[in-house]
């Protein structure tokens, strides 16, 4: 399911416009202000009891290997967001 797609589910399951589902799409996924994506920037981790948690995990720097020649590389520290799903939605797909 794309943006598309999920902002015309959306409409029809709670019965909004399509230009108001895509504001509510819009208000929570958007990577510049997004509440998500806001929170995850600011240090938070953002919890939806059933559904999951999303959070920014933090890797040090390292050493690894560049696979096609076997040369040793410097891998620079990052910041990812990582989701993790909840036990009821884990759940729920028969697992």
Known sequence: MNKTEL?????????????????????LFS???GLI?????EGNKV???GFGSFEA???????GRNPRTGKEINI????SP??????SFKDSFGG
Do not use: C, H, P, Y
């Open 7 to 27: 902002v015309s589910a959306l409409a029809a399951s709670a019965e909004l416009s399509k230009a108001e589902a895509s504001r509510a799409v819009d208000a």
């Open 47 to 49: 919890q939806i009891t």
């Open 31 to 33: 990577v510049e202000n």
């Open 57 to 63: 995990k933090k890797r040090e720097a390292r050493k």
């Open 76 to 79: 620079a520290a990052s910041t």
């Open 82 to 87: 990582v989701f993790r799903g909840g036990k």
């Open 37 to 41: 994506a806001r929170a995850l920037r």
